[in-house]
């Protein structure tokens, strides 16, 4: 059963532009929600978190948004820059562990 | 300060034979985690296990596969009599508790079955 789904399995956005990745979720348990950004042959590397008390967290050029009611959120990317070019993983957890991810969304960020 | 490290990188295998993936969490982490990733897929939870004990091994299929973290030295995923199916990367990941906790991941290990 796939708990954390991430529709969209590729986007492509100019320099400088936003890029919105989405990530929708089905267990109302899950109470922490964290973005991965995973290049080629290394391991995925943590990005952001945000816990289910909050709506918004925001790092730098990287904010996560957090909508309960719809059991969704996202990742904004302000602006993007070619280094952002990876794949980033949704992931979320209820009781701190078993952690469950997307499967992922391939960024590219066109010069 | 050693991240998550995990051998070997890559590991090829003919149907039939042991597969032994090694990882040594973060110092000061003492839980482990490892996930599979197929081709074209997300990171699927096997096991996560603290200092000898193992805690959760929902994620694990019920035989051929088998995990332990010994009081000393690294965790290790074995998989006994491999199939091609067994081909996927394995990440192991640590964190220093189980609460709320973002993970640190290994480089993985590419396990090729032949």
């Known amino acids: 059963d796939q708990q954390v789904k991430q529709n969209s399995p590729s986007l492509s956005v100019q320099e400088g532009r936003i890029s919105i990745l989405n990530c929708d979720y089905t267990?109302?348990?899950?109470?922490?929600f964290l973005w991965y950004k995973k290049y080629p042959a290394e391991g995925p590397t943590f990005l952001i978190s945000?816990?289910?008390?909050?709506d918004k967290n925001e790092d730098g050029r990287f904010t996560v948004f957090l909508n309960k009611s719809a059991k969704h959120l996202s990742l904004h990317i302000v602006p993007s820059q070619p280094g952002d070019s990876a794949v980033y993983f949704c992931?979320?957890?209820?009781?701190?562990?078993?952690?469950?991810f997307g499967a992922g969304t391939r960024l590219t960020v066109k010069p | 300060n050693a991240g998550v490290m995990q051998n070997p990188r890559h590991l090829v295998r003919r149907r039939g034979q042991e597969a032994r993936l090694r990882c040594s969490p973060m110092?000061?982490?003492?839980?482990v985690y490892w996930y599979r990733q197929l081709p074209e897929e997300g990171l699927k939870f096997m096991v996560y296990?603290?200092?000898?004990?193992?805690?959760?091994e929902s994620g694990m299929p019920k035989e051929r596969f088998s995990a332990e973290f010994p009081k000393e030295g690294p965790s290790i995923l074995r998989i006994q009599q491999v199939v091609r199916g067994d081909s996927a990367a394995y990440f192991c990941?640590?964190?220093?508790?189980?609460?709320?906790?973002?993970?640190?991941f290994g480089s993985g290990t590419q396990l090729s079955v032949l």
């Open positions: 267990n109302s348990m899950f109470d922490y």
């Open positions: 990941a640590s964190s220093p508790g189980s609460w709320g906790e973002k993970l640190f």
């Open positions: 296990l603290q200092k000898e004990n193992i805690i959760d």
């Open positions: 945000i816990s289910s008390i909050k």
């Open positions: 110092k000061g982490h003492s839980h």
């Open positions: 992931a979320a957890s209820a009781r701190g562990y078993d952690m469950r």
